[in-house]
């Protein structure tokens, strides 16, 4: 970041004062870089295409832009649409945009599925100006007839790479379907797949495009680490790191919802405070276990892929992958969990003999080698990632070295 980018700051803006007001509130003044290269390009009106890792401050990147050009006008109903893709990055985004709604005079309302369709119902038909909404539950209120979106101005995709991952690529097209083309669109995404440049082509007016920072890269400020282990031995293994290591708080990712449940009853008997989180529980288990999680209530939580990019949650100082990811995007955007908000993080992960394959591809996707853990009987994990490219890794120093301190107690 240059010097002058240093200097910026939210006034620097032509944002409303009210918005600027909220900032102030909250001790934030410094924008991000996403934030100062997205906001004067949405003021203007332009398409924006961002790509941007999770925890760079993407919601107030377009929020802050696109509420202070709709409190310059009218009030009318529907006028903007935020699709996300989890119920809980739905609670976070809306909570967000709330507190700005709040000193702007405008009305927002979150809309997902887990719970019951009348409350959520009832506040669409009443109008609000801002639909912050899962894909699924957005077609249930539509099929209805509850809500249309004969005034929207503005629409809006965060974390449109995950959704196209969950699926939700043929809901997304029968939503635009029923949308006014003229419109302004944003997309923000921590990864750009073909998909995504094809749906741009297809709804999107010549966008702007901002990227900020490597994508799909680990951040340097996580500690990395494999433990070699056999499938039998996993849960054995697990309860002896957390011993040793005393987390304060990790995040541990599992495939199955069927797994995530037997292991946190695991880690339970066990004497953790551990709770787990999934699709299958009910909002209102999920919120609980989030709420206990930043509480100190649960020091672990056990979660499936669906939590990787929902949770907003700064200081988890472990993440654990239980069952390795079968992408290396995957991959990224779980270990993204930790070293958030300029702390350190540590990401360790289990792999089987079994599993070289999806190890070697990270590997090449990451530039390098990760540490194994060397121990008496560990089983011998190959590497995909070939020794003429970890040398030409280290020669662009590349190749790190990432397990040093894992074990030792974050302070």
Do not use: W
């Not at 010097?3 to 803006?13: H, P, V």
Request: proline residues 5%.
């Amino acid at each position: 970041m240059s010097e002058i980018d240093q200097e910026l700051t939210f006034n620097d803006f032509e944002l409303d004062d009210r918005c600027l007001s909220v900032l102030r509130a909250m001790d934030i003044t410094t924008p991000t870089p996403v934030q100062a290269q997205a906001i004067p390009i949405v003021l203007e009106g332009h398409d924006l295409v961002a790509t941007a890792q999770t925890g760079t401050g993407k919601t107030l990147a377009f929020s802050l832009p696109t509420l202070t050009r709709l409190a310059e006008k009218k009030n009318r109903p529907n006028r903007m649409l935020v699709l996300v893709p989890t119920r809980e990055l739905c609670v976070q985004v809306e909570d967000v945009i709330r507190g700005l709604c709040r000193a702007l005079k405008l009305r927002s309302v979150q809309v997902y599925g887990g719970v019951g369709l009348g409350p959520q119902s009832d506040k669409l038909k009443r109008g609000c100006d801002i639909i912050v909404a899962t894909p699924g539950r957005l077609l249930d209120h539509m099929a209805r007839g509850a809500v249309r979106f004969d005034n929207l101005e503005v629409l809006i995709f965060d974390e449109a790479d995950r959704m196209l991952d969950m699926g939700f690529l043929p809901d997304i097209q029968r939503i635009l379907n029923r949308l006014p083309r003229d419109r302004q669109t944003l997309m923000f995404s921590a990864t750009f797949a073909p998909e995504l440049e094809r749906l741009t082509q297809n709804m999107m007016r010549e966008p702007r495009r901002v990227s900020v920072g490597a994508v799909a890269m680990p951040v340097e400020a996580v500690r990395q680490l494999v433990i070699p282990v056999r499938e039998e031995n996993k849960t054995r293994m697990l309860l002896d790191f957390l011993k040793e290591a005393q987390i304060d708080s990790g995040l541990i990712f599992l495939r199955t919802k069927v797994r995530t449940d037997r292991l946190a009853r695991a880690l339970k008997r066990a004497g953790y405070k551990a709770a787990p989180i999934h699709g299958d529980l009910s909002q209102k288990l999920r919120q609980r276990a989030l709420e206990g999680f930043r509480k100190g209530k649960y020091n672990i939580l056990v979660a499936t892929d669906v939590a990787a990019r929902g949770l907003d949650i700064d200081d988890i100082s472990h993440v654990i992958n239980y069952d390795i990811p079968l992408t290396p995007d995957d991959y990224v955007h779980r270990i993204g969990r930790t070293a958030r908000a300029d702390r350190e993080g540590d990401a360790v992960t289990f792999v089987t003999p079994t599993e070289h394959s999806p190890l070697g591809a990270i590997e090449r996707t990451i530039g390098y080698n990760i540490e194994r853990k060397e121990y008496e009987g560990a089983p011998r994990i190959l590497s995909l990632f070939s020794p003429a490219a970890v040398k030409r890794a280290r020669g662009r120093g590349g190749v790190r070295r990432g397990g040093r301190g894992l074990l030792r107690r974050r302070r």
